[in-house]
Structure formats: C-alpha cells, structure tokens
C-alpha cells in the first residue's frame, strides 16, 4: 500500500464532496493510501498569490510541510489548487530569503518547508504510480459502451513551467485512464481549454460563453459525458450547465463526471455510492 | 514511431501547406487550398508561404516583414496554435499534423478578418489607445532636456520581460476572454498597462489603472494561462496581468470593484477559518441583490441535490486554527511594516 499526503480542497468540503467520497471507497482496491491533512489550509484559490505574495508563500508553505512531516507526497484533487501549491513550491525553492521568512514562522507549529515533498495531482499518481496496466487489471465494470469527453482544463496543464506533466497542447494521461477503465476517448477540441470557473462571480456572461462552448462540442461529437479531474471545472459544466446553455440557445443536456467518480464505477461501485446522483444534471 | 524518426533524417520531402483563404469581395465563406511543395529540412513555414506566393499562387495574402522574429507581422495559427511563421520549422511542425504532412495554416482569432490570413488590428491598437498606453514624462515642460530620469535596476527588473513584447497578438488570438466578449482589453493590452504602470517616469499610473478596473478590464481574466503559455517570447504574462491586480488592490483598497472584493474574501476567510466560505462569496462578491436576482434558480436546484456549500457557522475551522492565525498575523505586520519603510 502506497501512502500519500491529500490535501482537502474547500470545494470538495463543501458542494463536491462527491469526489472524495469517492476516492475513499476505492483507494484501497489500487494500492493507495491517502491520509487526509485535516490541518491544512485553503490554497488561495489563484487570487492570494496576488493579494499578498508573502501570505500567498507562508499558506502554502504550510501545506507542504505538513505533508514533509509525514514523509509523504501532497496529492491533490482540484486543478486550481494543484496550479497554485505547485507555484508556491516553486517560489519558495527559487527564494532562500522567503523560505528564511516562512519557516521563521512556521516554527511556531513546529513545521519546517525543506522542499521533500512533491505536489501532485491524483491523475498524476494513477498514470505514474499505479499505473494504466495495473488499473486496467482492476477493472470490474469496464466503461465500454461509453463514448467520453476528456475536459483536461487549464490548472492540470497550464502554466507548463509549473505543471509539466501533460504537454499543454496535447494532453494525454486523462485519455488514457479513460482507455485503461475500457471507455472509448473521443478527440475533443475544448480538452484543454477554459471552462470559465474563475471569472463567473464578476464577469459572468463572459464564464457562461466560455462554459457553453465546451459544453456543445461534447453535445455536437455524441459524447455520452464529460469526465473532468477538477472540482472547479465541474461546478461549471454540470452546475452552471442549464444557464450556460441557456444563454448560448442551446436545448440539450450532457453529464459532467468527476475522474473519481469514473474510476469508481469502473471499479464496480454505484451511482449512489460515488455520489453521482448529487450532480444537478443526471 | 519509426515514421517520425525518418522525417528527421530525411533532408528533402514534399509537404503540404493547407491554407485558409477568403476574400470578401469574390467569396461568400472561407475555404482552404492545398499547396504541395518540396521543401528541404531548415525551412521556416514563412518561406514556404513565400516560395508559394512566388511560384505556386500569388494571390495568397499574408503578412511578413523582417523573418527573424523581431517584428512580430507574420503572427498566424499553425497546425492550430498561434505563433509566428518565420520562427516556426516546417520539420518541427510535421509531427504535429492532425493529417500525416499537411499542416494547417490558419489566421489568428479573436480580430477580424480581412482576407486570406490578414487579420486587423485596429482593435487591438484602439484598446492600446484607450488604456493609453505610454508614458506620459512626469517631468515638468521646463526640466525636459536639462535632466535626465534615472532608473534603478531593480526598477527596470519589474518591466524588462515586458518589454520584450513585439506586439504579434499571439497571445490575443489565444485569449479565452476575448474569445467570449470581444471588448475584453485583451492579454497584450495588459501586459502592455503593466509595463507602463511601473514605470516611475509615468505621471498617469492612477488614471490609466483607474480604466483597467472598469468592466473589461483586468478583473475579467479568468487565469487560464493560455496567453502566457503562447507568447512567441516567453513572456510571463499572467505575472502582469496579477502586478496589475495587486497594484490595484493596494492603490484603490479592496472594496473598490466586485474583482478586488472577490480576491480580498479568500484573504478574509483564511485569515478567519483556514478555508473558504463559498456560501457567502456571491454576496460578498457581488451584493445580496445580485445574488438572489442570478443565483436563486440555481440555489433552490443545489438545495434539492444537498450541494449547497455550508453557511458561515457551520465552516469548521481547520485543526489548529489558533496557531495559524498567529502565524498569519505575524505575517501581515511583517507586510505592513514593509509597506510603512518603502513610503518612507
């Protein structure tokens, strides 16, 4: 059994629990462990960074050393939040003044940022540690007579400085979990574009633009749902779906499934078990 | 892929350059002509549009000026993604073919078009305008000429990579904003704002990010990277367009647009629980009006499906609340004493 930090993203403690729910009923059938950070904080979400640098390095410092303490890996299941840890590892590596500042500070918690441990996502620890081979061995319920959508979106990918794994341009590690889980993965043009998350509380026409078009490509290619390994893409697509699409004059409908809730029916849970019933399109 | 390994050995092969054409004074819509060519490896895609334009079909329009990659006139999207086409290899863009050894050449987006891959760029330069972005000397008339501005290094540290901007609108054509609304003021116009804002020899730094604030502005970028992740020199432009927003939040305060309000709730609620109150930002964001007016449909759906985020009582602060906010307080004197020495 292999351990890992996980860090708990605000949303998926609040409107998408659905996503760790699911992780926990099928972590253990592929040999992973992840043991929750119940002490770590909000990531920032993409805005404190700019707010204030300096509290922007000293949270997620924090967060990181938490998972040092353990020994382990941060693995993270919102793209944002992966995004904006990632940045921060990054900054306080390239600063030894600002390690200096943060972990001044953070001696008070007894935590220390030595820059161990990676910051993942957990598509990142199926494709690389687990492996498609061994997850396609597991497969129970595989998706074969699904034909899926794979909405990357931007965190995952972009910026490619920060993110690295997938190339920006032509992802693949999403598509290949769908072909591991015995789906059919459709080329889809909006697979790594925007969905529209960050600006939808002040310029929400504009979000609502950007969340219609991926929507009805995935409508227009016959896609039976779109599968998302973040939180916040997913809050678009399936709960902004019905005003993004009614604003585009588009009347059709399509399912948004988080990546875990995919594994998890593969691996022979439910609807019910993972969750999935709690989306606002069914 | 024993394939791709013989096109890099192979000194000489025919390629095909599929590129969209319109003219709007003969054609009802656009369409796209297949151009066969030999081409030999070393070959930039913009001398094989020459060649074509020479030998092949004179009637292709494009732009091109220097073809080294300093003038920024031949910004075009190849085989999809903007770029400029006397920097870019045929050879590196033939394992990059949707169709084995047809690459797609396509104007930029996100401006209008004009004919074949000519797009215009006068919006883009009336937003330029607009933002006025120059300097405007902070000299007074009389010391002009008697005096010289001196910049310190670490001054010109914030503005150097934006300089470097040659204006090629890769970036624009990438902009997922604009894309949705077309008045959006665009990632070139940003970075461009930036550069001029920190510049300590500028007297209209408070007017120029007085209109950046507005609708449009900086606050309607969504963070999606895709400009940054474009830019034919690297460019980090979502650093830009964040100096512009942190510039904005200290200069204007945080209550001033419904941006800085949203930006400044995360500040607030780490400060207070160690995680986000989703239940509350709407109406933090926006006011209780808005709220209801755009969100109660929706609400009443979540409320139905139990996904609802919990009110501001029932947030659990994390484990450990008390001594991270100490952490984070220390932290915010240790700002603020910064601020007091840089006025000083």
Not at chain 2, 97 to 105: R, T, W
């Amino acid at each position: 059994m292999k351990r890992y930090a996980y860090y708990l993203s605000c949303i998926n403690e609040s409107m998408t629990k659905e996503v760790d729910r699911s992780i926990d009923l099928w972590q253990k059938d592929l040999g992973i462990e992840m043991v929750k950070l119940h002490e770590s904080t909000c990531c920032g979400g993409s805005n404190l960074d700019y707010v204030s640098p300096r509290h922007f390095a000293l949270v997620n410092g924090r967060n990181i050393a938490l998972a040092e303490k353990l020994g382990l890996d941060l693995i993270v299941s919102c793209n944002t939040c992966l995004m904006t840890i990632r940045t921060a590892k990054k900054k306080l590596d390239e600063s030894p003044e600002l390690r200096k500042e943060v972990n001044d500070l953070l001696k008070k918690e007894g935590l220390e940022y030595k820059g161990t441990s990676n910051v993942r996502h957990l598509l990142w620890v199926l494709a690389d540690d687990v492996g498609f081979e061994a997850i396609r061995a597991k497969v129970k319920v595989p998706l074969k007579n699904y034909r899926i959508a794979p909405f990357y979106g931007c965190h995952i990918l972009r910026p490619s400085t920060v993110l690295g794994k997938d190339d920006p341009l032509e992802p693949s590690s999403l598509d290949m979990l769908i072909e591991a889980l015995g789906g059919t993965t459709l080329p889809y043009e909006h697979k790594n574009r925007c969905c529209g998350f960050h600006t939808l509380l002040v310029a929400e026409e504009e979000s609502l633009n950007v969340a219609a078009e991926a929507l009805q490509e995935a409508i227009d290619i016959k896609a039976d749902f779109i599968v998302t390994p973040c939180p916040l893409c997913h809050t678009v697509l399936d709960g902004y779906q019905a005003k993004a699409l009614k604003q585009a004059n588009v009347h059709s409908s399509i399912p948004v499934f988080h990546l875990s809730e995919m594994v998890g029916l593969a691996l022979g849970y439910t609807e019910k078990q993972l969750g999935i019933k709690r989306h606002i399109v069914s | 892929m024993t394939g791709a390994t013989e096109l890099h050995t192979e000194e000489k092969r025919e390629i095909t350059l599929r590129v969209h054409r319109f003219n709007p004074q003969v054609d009802s819509k656009p369409y796209f002509d297949d151009y066969t060519i030999q081409v030999e490896k070393g070959i930039t895609v913009l001398r094989s549009l020459n060649y074509i334009k020479e030998h092949v079909d004179a009637s292709v329009s494009f732009r091109a000026f220097c073809q080294a990659g300093i003038c920024g006139s031949c910004g075009m999207r190849i085989n999809g993604i903007s770029k400029l086409a006397c920097t870019t290899q045929v050879w590196d863009e033939l394992s990059k073919c949707k169709e084995p050894g047809v690459i797609k050449i396509e104007p930029l987006r996100n401006m209008p078009l004009i004919k074949d891959l000519i797009v215009d760029m006068d919006p883009l330069v009336d937003k330029m305008k607009h933002y006025s972005n120059w300097i405007v000397s902070s000299m007074p008339e009389p010391e002009m000429g008697q005096k010289e501005f001196l910049v310190s290094e670490e001054e010109f540290q914030k503005y150097e990579k934006a300089t470097d901007c040659i204006l090629c609108a890769s970036c624009v054509s990438e902009c997922t904003i604009l894309r949705a609304h077309k008045e959006y003021v665009s990632p070139a116009v940003l970075l461009k704002s930036y550069r001029m804002n920190v510049d300590s020899r500028d007297a209209i730094h408070d007017t120029r990010l007085g209109e950046l604030v507005k609708d449009h502005g900086v606050w309607d970028c969504t963070h999606c990277y895709r400009c940054q992740e474009t830019c034919v020199k690297h460019i980090p432009i979502m650093e830009a367009i964040h100096g512009i927003r942190e510039d904005a939040i200290e200069v204007r305060g945080a209550k001033d647009t419904s941006g800085a309000k949203h930006a400044e709730a995360f500040m607030e609620d780490i400060e207070k629980k160690g995680k986000l109150v989703e239940a509350t930002l709407p109406i933090r964001t926006n006011g209780m009006a808005w709220t209801l007016q755009n969100l109660l449909p929706m609400a009443m759906k979540m409320i139905m499906k139990r996904r609802t985020p919990p009110p501001p009582l029932l947030v659990k602060p994390i484990k450990g609340i008390k001594k991270f906010r100490e952490m984070f307080r220390e932290m915010t004197e240790h700002v603020k004493a910064e601020q007091k020495s840089h006025k000083k």
